[in-house]
């Protein structure tokens, strides 16, 4: 007999909730846990369900700080499985889930197979998002790892991880608005990050800052 997916509907909008609720019903492969509007007692009654996807339309549940998935234990979590549906096509929300550990992210306007897809999908281990996202993953990976400082530049400057982290980013030449996008920070602190590497650094302007990065790892 093939493995039923357990799912676990967590919506406060009814009529989004109860068309899913249909829709999971209508699959011999998927068994309905629970559905129920987003509530102080949410964080509980996934626990208890036994879930093994949760399928959520509200990012605020798990975004940092606030969150429940943000804050939740590995135990409370125990392998739990999100699919947030309905969201909006903004890049930086999408980050925001990724780095959360949610596994899918359904547009709002998809039809109804991408959420069924979309919960097998993550029950198999996969993740799934638009297509038009995977190129915002490539590029938010590359900003983490290419062309950081190496660790004698790093010791040298004392710069920290996140200042770390803007150096290749000013080096191509981005604003703070497409930095602050990029790393899901607000303009106001890449703006504040950009002031203390110029200060740490010993340069006046974003151009010097890039080039005694690569001034410096030329002589190690």
């Not at 993550?122 to 900003?143: Q, T």
Request: hydrophobic share 40%.
């Amino acid at each position: 007999m093939e493995r039923k997916i357990s799912v676990f509907v967590l919506s406060s909008n009814r009529l989004l909730r109860e068309s899913i609720e249909r829709m999971v019903r209508k699959k011999p492969d998927l068994d309905l846990k629970g559905a129920r509007s987003i509530g102080a007692c949410s964080k509980d009654e996934v626990i208890t369900s036994d879930a093994e996807v949760l399928v959520l339309d509200s990012l605020e549940f798990v975004r940092e700080p606030a969150g429940w998935w943000a804050a939740a234990s590995p135990a409370e979590r125990r392998g739990i499985k999100i699919v947030l549906v309905a969201m909006d096509d903004d890049k930086k929300n999408f980050l925001s889930a990724v780095k959360q550990g949610v596994a899918g992210y359904v547009l709002q306007d998809a039809p109804a197979i991408e959420v069924i897809g979309g919960i097998r999908a993550v029950a198999r281990g996969e993740a799934i998002c638009p297509p038009h996202f995977v190129r915002v993953l490539f590029d938010y990976v590359a900003s983490l790892s290419s062309d950081l400082p190496n660790t004698r530049t790093r010791k040298q400057w004392g710069l920290t991880r996140r200042e770390q982290q803007l150096i290749p980013l000013i080096g191509r030449g981005l604003t703070n608005k497409e930095i602050a996008t990029q790393l899901n920070l607000s303009e106001e602190t890449v703006k504040s990050h950009v002031h203390r590497i110029l200060h740490k650094v010993g340069v006046v302007d974003r151009l010097g800052v890039f080039e005694a990065y690569q001034a410096g790892t030329a002589t190690l």
